[in-house]
T-cell receptor, first 116, second 113 residues
Framework: GAVVSQHPSWVICKSGTSVKIECRSL??????MFWYRQFPKQSLMLMAT?????????EQGVEKDKFLINHASLTLSTLTVTSAHPEDSSFYIC????????????FGPGTRLTVL | AQSVTQLDSHVSVSEGTPVLLRCNYS??????LFWYVQHPNKGLQLLLK??????LVKGINGFEAEFKKSETSFHLTKPSAHMSDAAEYFC???????????FGAGTTVTVRA
């Protein structure tokens, strides 16, 4: 159980375009979802926390207008990178928590974004 | 606030020998601690977690970790390394209220044949 999927697994786009990444909890209801960014050979950095039906909370230094997060249902959160630039190229990973008092996050497989 | 420090950025071992990955934590309350493994271009897999129960925690694939409050440590060990253990390992501490995870910098494990 506790499976989280991401789509797409990789994407290449042109500079200036927008890219949407989906994160789904397949077998549980995720009251909270988290979005992370990971640069090559580096650790994961939390970008934002989203709770179903409310606005996401962004970490300091993360541009909320550039990284749009929507958590419209208990099984789906989306991250849209708007007007992408080469410096946005990275590995984006989502995680989901069931919010049942157990502080464990279940991670998706990640999405590799390359902006040309 | 909580944080973790992974003391080794890279560990190289021979197949069949023990593996030790060191992690120290800092937390203003009793922490929840995790070890995750990440294979290249893959997501994270939970190896084990400590949540204030037994201080010696057994995980998957023969890994275990011991929570030592007096030393603020949560080191990960495996008695006999396998080639498939070559990966990146992250020590992680969780906030009690918001469940935010704070990641260590990671330790790259290479296994020599």
């Amino acid at each position: 159980g506790a499976v989280v999927s991401q789509h797409p697994s990789w994407v290449i786009c042109k500079s200036g375009t927008s890219v949407k990444i989906e994160c789904r909890s397949l077998d549980f209801q995720a009251t909270t979802m988290f979005w992370y960014r990971q640069f090559p050979k580096q650790s994961l950095m939390l970008m934002a926390t989203s709770n179903e039906g409310s606005k996401a909370t962004y970490e300091q230094g993360v541009e909320k207008d550039k990284f749009l997060i929507n958590h419209a249902s208990l099984t789906l959160s989306t991250l849209t990178v708007t007007s992408a630039h080469p410096e946005d190229s990275s590995f984006y990973i989502c995680s989901a928590s069931g919010g049942n008092g157990i502080n464990e996050q279940f991670f998706g497989p990640g999405t590799r974004l390359t902006v040309l | 606030a909580q944080s973790v420090t992974q003391l080794d950025s890279h560990v190289s071992v021979s197949e069949g020998t023990p593996v030790l990955l060191r992690c120290n934590y800092s937390s203003s309350y009793s922490p929840s601690l995790f070890w995750y493994v990440q294979h290249p271009n893959k997501g994270l897999q939970l190896l084990l977690k400590y949540t204030s129960a037994a201080t010696l925690v057994k995980g998957i694939n023969g890994f275990e970790a011991e929570f030592k409050k007096s030393e603020t440590s949560f080191h990960l060990t495996k008695p006999s390394a396998h080639m498939s253990d070559a990966a990146e390992y992250f020590c992680v501490v969780s906030g009690r209220r918001d469940y935010k995870l704070s990641f260590g910098a990671g330790t790259t494990v290479t296994v020599r044949a």
